[in-house]
């Protein structure tokens, strides 16, 4: 299996380095290169990929990434 790191900035998008494959709701792949940035803000014309409207929007993303409440969430 190959490596893939997702990295996010600060209120951007994020970006997916590594082999990937993206399913959609409906079940169906979605093509993705090796090098992608996925929409964070949700404002995006191009869903699930990035287009840049978080810049044009304002978007202000969480100050930090909250990874104990998430485990535990899907811990259940």
Known sequence: MADV?????DNGSYHVEGTITLIGPDGSQIEAGEDIWL?????SATKPFCDGTHSK????????????????KAKG
């Open 5 to 9: 790191t997702i990295t996010f900035g």
């Open 39 to 43: 929409c964070r803000c949700g404002g």
């Open 57 to 72: 929007i304002g978007f202000a993303a969480a100050e930090a990434a909250r990874v104990e409440f998430d485990r535990k």
